[in-house]
């Protein structure tokens, strides 16, 4: 597998600069694992980097080598919930890892939303990671290509869950503010750990991550919104009961 521009720019975020380096201190003894918005599982990799000994190499092709020639962990009461609408091809190579251990792995093969029903996917073919229910992103128009896909109630799926959510991280492209903004106590109480990267696409939406911060603090002890070092549009944000 060779990764794209875009993929290996990615990559290099996550397994370089560490990008999520902020949930470090929680992944160690996480065992529910949501990734929504999956799309390369690169997250979900990191997040085992965190539950092993492993000393991945940085390098795409030589981390996927390692993986293929060690011992793999049995990572024994570990689930991961992953929603992506590409999710049945992009995690293949995931699972053929990871084939051997004990880890749970749900593939939702769709959108998430406040809602069950479906709605128009726009497929961005220059930048896949970007591909939305919005036609257009911050940095270039999506292509014209779409099609119709079912959207899980996040609220739904967490209600119907035996166990509670020890990490929950939320890269949606948009869509994360019609979801958290529904979220009352009820559905927070079920989440320890969020980490949401959240994108202003409209200028009517600027007010949104201070209203999305109060709106947090309500349910959590600590909300922490960190800067993108790349662009003034897209921040992150944790929030956890420390």
């Not at 290099?12 to 996480?30: C, H, M, T």
Request: contains cysteine.
């Amino acid at each position: 597998m060779n990764l794209s521009k875009y993929d290996s720019a990615l990559w290099y975020e996550i397994f370089v600069l560490w990008e999520y380096s902020y949930l470090d201190p929680y992944l160690k003894d996480a065992r529910v694992i949501f990734d929504i918005g999956t799309y390369k599982w690169f997250f979900t990799l990191y997040s085992l980097m965190h539950r092993s000994d492993w000393c991945l190499p940085c390098d795409f092709q030589e981390c996927i080598h390692y993986l293929k020639n060690s011992p793999v962990d049995s990572f024994s009461s570990l689930e991961f919930h992953l929603f992506d609408p590409n999710l049945s091809i992009n995690a293949a190579i995931l699972i053929d890892l990871f084939i051997s251990s004990d880890i749970k792995f749900y593939l939702n093969d769709s959108l998430v939303g406040s809602e069950d029903s479906s709605q128009e996917f726009f497929y961005n073919e220059a930048r896949p990671m970007q591909s939305s229910v919005f036609w257009n992103s911050f940095l270039q128009k999506n292509s014209s290509s779409s099609w119709s896909f079912p959207i899980i109630s996040l609220w739904h799926y967490i209600l119907r869950m035996s166990t509670c959510i020890d990490i929950c991280k939320m890269d949606i492209e948009w869509s994360e503010w019609d979801i958290l903004f529904s979220f009352s106590s009820l559905e927070f109480s079920r989440i320890s750990v969020l980490f949401l990267e959240y994108h202003i696409l409209f200028d009517e939406w600027l007010s949104y991550p201070d209203k999305l911060q109060k709106h947090l603090t309500q349910f959590y002890n600590s909300v922490t919104i960190i800067p993108s070092p790349y662009t003034t549009k897209l921040w992150y944000i944790l929030a956890t009961n420390e």
